[in-house]
């Protein structure tokens, strides 16, 4: 798992210092891939776009008074946002029913939606590399010359990603999918202080699409409109 835009999420009714390593699949359709431990603690990064304040329809992530289920963990509800100078929120507040955990008495209570995190103390900095199309249309020719078709958005640099603690050691081109994000490899840039990441397959964002249009399609489901991770249709960079 991967945050590429970190908002502070607070378990307020978790224990201070306590740390649970939570069993995580490695291949959800390959289950001899075995699983892994991930880091679970009080104070937690999820992504920006996971919380809206006032969230518009068929938007199943987390809103004031929802539940959703982090993966791999519990179920927790927003009870409160804290907000800067500006108005804009800086740090979500929830609690957990600490029932809902894999394996506990109601870990298959059913909730609309299922998010992915960090744990802030385990989290490990990491530079993103997010490569998009090089030419904006797919004939770059009729362009008169192909440099007047080059996207100017090619690619985004981010600084300030959050990786789970598995993944940071990963040597220079290996390969991994970050949950609901994409699939990305490890640069040669990488380095055991800063690891580096460049995407090569996006995934279909089933709630972009709705957002853009303003309307539901038919194709929206529960998990805020992206489908589960080991069930995204790739979407490869050139095509």
Request: charged share 30%; net charge neutral.
């Amino acid at each position: 798992m991967a945050v590429l835009k970190p908002l502070r999420l607070v378990v307020e009714n978790y224990d201070e210092g306590k740390v649970e390593q939570l069993e995580a699949v490695n291949n959800p359709e390959d289950p001899s891939a075995g699983t892994r431990r991930v880091p679970f603690s009080r104070v937690l990064y999820i992504e920006q776009d996971d919380f809206r304040e006032d969230p518009p329809k068929k938007f199943f992530r987390l809103t004031p008074g929802a539940e959703v289920r982090l993966r791999y963990a519990y179920i927790v509800k927003c009870t409160g946002v804290t907000k800067n100078d500006a108005g804009e929120v800086v740090e979500v507040r929830c609690s957990y029913d600490p029932q809902t955990r894999s394996g506990l008495p109601d870990a298959s209570r059913k909730v609309k939606g299922t998010i992915h995190w960090v744990s802030a103390a385990h989290a490990v900095p990491t530079e993103v590399r997010l490569y998009d199309r090089l030419f904006r249309s797919e004939m770059p020719e009729e362009a008169g010359s192909f440099l007047n078709d080059l996207n100017p958005d090619s690619l985004e640099v981010v600084a300030d990603a959050l990786v789970e603690p598995s993944v940071a050691a990963a040597p220079a081109g290996s390969r991994c999918q970050f949950e609901r994000l994409g699939y990305f490899a490890v640069d040669p840039d990488t380095s055991a202080a800063r690891p580096v990441f460049n995407r090569v397959v996006t995934l279909r964002d089933t709630w972009a699409k709705i957002a853009q249009s303003g309307r539901p399609t038919p194709s929206a489901r529960a998990e805020g409109g992206q489908r589960s991770a080991a069930r995204q249709s790739p979407r490869a960079i050139g095509g």
